[in-house]
């Protein structure tokens, strides 16, 4: 008898023959693909009746993305990923099914290895730094196959943390190598990175306001550059006039004449920006006997980003995993993995001291190089280590107004260590041929030492120096002991059952302080440089718990009908007393293979057909200590002025303005979803479909309440929402001829999303600012753009001033809706021998962004548009009047020859021509106005994500004369083409959000940029 996997077992009787040849023929019926379940256990998916997805961890690595999550981007249906910025090391957005909570954490679960892990992304706001996703402390060349759960049934067994899915990550095991019992494998990959988009800035008109220079005025609205008369400007310069000497020795004192027609807007450029790159090296060892198996590696990877400066990120990784047979009936298995991450991050967004918010705002007749040094007063006194910026340009104060990008990068500090591990025990009994015990114990633990640094003479604290130093650490204890029994009813129907127990608890530190007004000007973080009035600590500490108890039920008929049903039952420590204790999270799912009917199972056409249906509920837990009221440190505040806390004095405490509440419990969604599995042609082609609805019900948000009751809010199950939504997976062998195959995989998502209730709430803010923000509104989608909007009339007509300008109306209101219409992943491979080419086409569609940005640039006279020229007739410029009534002949330029010019443009908004001047775009018509609704734009994209080159060297030649398994060459294209409708406007990757990963979405304003980047690898196989 000859059998193989995947292959038809035969017979053949062989006699006398001392030579046998047996060619085995393809058995479609085995090649099903094994998935890992929610428990981390493997099952044929022929027996499943809920959708889910597989992504192998070649795919990820190869992506050519540092981290794990970005690799993931545009390879399955019902997944989006997006990366928040081009930062090293930053975090990447994950939303399964659409959003699934309102103010809840948005991420899915992430279990390795059988174990939760945490992907926390801390500290996420309109300004501060990038920040991490801690699921990028996984080294992507350890990853074997990622799982993801995409529906309520599939996730069930996690009850009140799976309402968003779960991620199943399986990390590689010890085998043999070809024709060795272990292989070594040894990798190294460099990437060079590059700014993706720069924003158009415009270059024709210098520093000042009105046509007239001025070298401290915030705008770009000056004169115009090429009509300066040319070389050197005018300055003070006799004995006794400040002046700015920078740490190059240059000098600069103060300007009467601007002559100087350079354009500096490259070499401002040049200042911060480089082409970033990083190196990776991988090596990884693994073997196996008959009763054991190792699998180690370790990694170290040296980023520098596009950012010149403090921007790197540096990321080292150990990794064993092993399991030993100690007996016929004794298996155990270990997985440990330990990370060091390091990295230097650059402050951004709404932030005086961020890098774009100076350096586009800028004037390009103002040269940043020179951004530090010593000013001298009239009197010869100098005043050290001062930041020279383009509205402080002697350095004559400590404030700067907004950082010379120059200082952001270099003189500001925002370091992060993390030390990062992760584990777990896995001890395997079967006490009979029937049954099996497994007790899996597993821990995840890191520790985030932060620092943010802003120096004497930095934007942030006027000038005054501000520091916070923070230590946050996460631990996770898990541990499931479950049985796993297999057992036969009747001849035509075999079964398995799960009975088991989990436990989990996860415990939390936030721990520091800030202090500012800086006694001594040190560019090193030291508390004690501050008054203890001027320092402020904090200190926040939680632990959670949960317990359950779970089952799991799996029946099937002859291959033709398979039935799964699990029940989880858990208490948690963060729900309210006043609730029930236990929650039960039940799901069921039936999968009917109908290509198991008659004449089907031999189809040569139909190679499997699958039916299935599919009902689960899932949850999320509330935030812990939100069931009794809290006191806080009291905290005395003059509206938007200067607060004063006593924790700076000899302390106080007052009651929290929020409510507690003891009836709280978890959020609870309920899925239903439908779905066909069909493979044709001896699976070359395939075809997955599935439409689900959910409802979530009782989600969770801080609900207003009335200020006699003294308090503001309580926190409380009080809203509602919904997604519904198709899934299309499609994979194919186009062609096959010879040593040539080309293959393709396309997947396709619509998801529709609709907050069903607030409790009475019109909107709730989720991220953003208070004149443009993320929301959610009833009726609407979640995160839905929110803001000051145009006046109209019932029939949407823009009711317009007594000079044609639109007015503004008095409520605000639905701007746009950042979520897309539908998104799609299109990849394409070709093989011919040892060459491989691999393109993935991805496009986001429909989903609106807020150009913050372009709003902002506007107001400061730095856009392209801002700078047009319009020539009018003396007829015309006398009857067109701009935002405040004036005609064009009061401010535009006589031409001698009958016509005016002015710098803006002309629009008619329904009342007839109108000139749009300064007036207008620092009015009404700027980011700076109270009318978001001009700034939104479509966020649309289309993107060549990534283009891949490769070529394996393993003939049996060389096998035999280098005695190694296989080199592999790869080069890799990220980003290489982005084809956006809005880009322009937006100024960079359209895939941002100011607010990183978190519930808000669709918010751009003065983000870091993103990155494209070309990558080389290398990999040798012994």
Known sequence: MFSFIGLQTTEVIVGDRAVVDVSLALDVTQLSEVVVTALGIESDVTKLGSATSKIGGSSAKESGETGVIQGLAGKASGVLVQKTAGDPGAGAYIQIRGQSTITSSVQPLIVVDGVPMFNTTAGSNVGGVIEQSRMNDLNPNDIESVQILKGASAAALWGSRAANGVMVITTKKGKKGVGKKFSVVYGATYSVDKISYKHDLQTKFGQGSNGIYSPVNANAYGDKIEDRSGGADGVVNT??????????????????????????????????????????????????????????????????????????????????????????????????????????????????????????????DFDNRDYKGTYYNAAGIPAFNRQRSYRRYLGNSLNPIYNNPGWTVNEQKNPTEVDRFLGNLELEVKPTSWLTLIARPGVDFYEDRRQSIFPIGSAANSGNGTATEQYLSERQFNVDMFGIANFKLTDHILGTGVLGANFNERTQHNDGFTYQNFILDLPISNATNATNENTFPFDFESVQRTSAGYGTLNL???????????????????????????????????????????????????????????????????????????????????????????????????????????????????????????????????????????????????????????????????????????????????????????????????????????????????????????????????????????????????????????????????????????????????????????????????????????????????????????????????????????????????????????????????????????????????????????????????????????????????????????????????????????????????????????????????????????????????
């Open 239 to 364: 004995p006794g006039a400040p002046y700015f000497e920078s740490i190059s020795g240059k000098k600069y004192y103060e300007i009467t004449a601007k002559n100087d027609r350079t354009n500096y807007e490259q070499s401002n450029f040049d200042q911060v920006f480089q082409d970033g790159h990083f190196l990776e090296q991988n090596i990884s060892l693994s073997g196996a006997s008959e009763s054991s198996s190792i699998f180690a590696s370790f990694s170290n990877l040296d980023q520098e980003g596009i950012i010149v400066g403090n921007s790197d990120y540096k990321r080292s990784t150990f990794r064993i995993n092993g399991s030993n047979k100690l007996s016929d009936q004794v298996n155990l298995k270990t997985n440990f993995s330990y990370a060091k991450v390091k990295s230097n991050r650059i402050q951004q967004g709404s932030n005086t001291a961020g890098l774009y918010l100076g350096f586009l705002r800028t004037p390009s």
């Open 556 to 1022: 099937g008929y002859d291959e033709l009908l398979y039935l799964n049903a699990t029940l989880r039952v858990e208490n948690a420590s963060t729900f309210g007393s006043g609730a029930q204790s236990t929650f039960a999270y039940p799901s069921v799912d039936v999968a009917f293979n109908f290509n198991q009917l008659g004449a089907l199972k031999n189809s040569r056409v139909l190679s499997a057909g699958k039916l299935r249906a599919a009902y689960g509920e899932v949850g999320i837990q509330p935030i812990p200590y939100s069931t009794l009221d809290d006191y806080v440190v009291a905290v005395y505040a003059e509206g938007w002025g200067p607060a004063v806390s006593a924790a700076g004095y000899s302390g106080s405490y007052g009651r929290s303005v929020i409510k507690g509440n003891r009836s709280l419990e978890p959020e609870r969604k309920k899925e239903i979803e439908f779905g066909t599995d069909l493979s044709f042609f001896e699976n070359r082609l395939s075809l997955n479909a599935t439409y689900y609805t959910n409802e979530t019900t009782g989600a969770l948000f801080n609900v207003a309440i009335a200020p006699t009751t003294g308090y503001a809010n309580t926190y409380g199950n009080a809203a509602s929402l919904e997604n519904k939504g198709i899934e299309l997976d499609l994979n194919a062998t186009v062609l096959k001829l010879g040593d040539f195959t080309w293959d393709i995989n396309a997947n396709v998502s619509q998801n529709r999303n609709k907050v069903t209730s607030l409790s009475g709430t019109e909107s709730l803010f989720l991220a953003g600012f208070t004149g443009t923000s993320s929301r959610a509104v009833v009726g609407q989608p979640v995160g839905v753009l929110w803001g000051g909007r145009w006046d109209r009339d019932a029939a949407g007509k823009l009711i317009l001033d007594e000079n044609g300008f639109p007015t503004q109306a008095l409520d605000e209101g639905i701007l746009g809706d950042p979520n897309p219409d539908w998104r799609g992943g299109l990849g394409s491979t070709f093989r011919y021998k040892g060459f491989r080419l691999y393109a993935l086409f991805e496009t986001f569609q429909g989903g609106d962004i807020w150009a913050g940005t372009h709003g902002a640039l506007y107001n400061f006279g730095r856009t392209q548009q801002s700078a047009n020229e319009v020539t009018l007739s003396a007829a015309e410029a006398a009857t067109i009047v701009n935002a405040t009534g004036a005609p064009v002949t009061s401010f535009g330029t006589d031409n001698g020859n009958g016509t005016f010019t002015f710098r803006g443009n002309i629009a008619d908004f329904g009342g007839g021509k109108v000139a749009l001047n300064q007036a207008w775009y620092q009015g009404l018509g700027g980011g700076f106005g109270p009318v978001g609704e001009q700034f939104i734009v479509d966020g649309s994209w289309t993107r060549l994500r990534e283009l891949t080159l490769g070529y394996t060297l393993n003939g049996e030649a060389f096998r035999s004369a280098t005695k190694l398994t296989a080199i592999d060459f790869t080069l890799t294209g990220r980003n290489l083409a982005i084809w956006a409708p809005s880009k322009d406007i937006i100024g960079v990757d359209p895939e941002t959000n100011l607010t990183g990963p978190t519930n808000g979405r669709g918010l751009e304003y003065f983000n870091n940029p993103g990155t494209q980047s070309f990558l080389f690898s290398v990999q040798i196989t012994y």
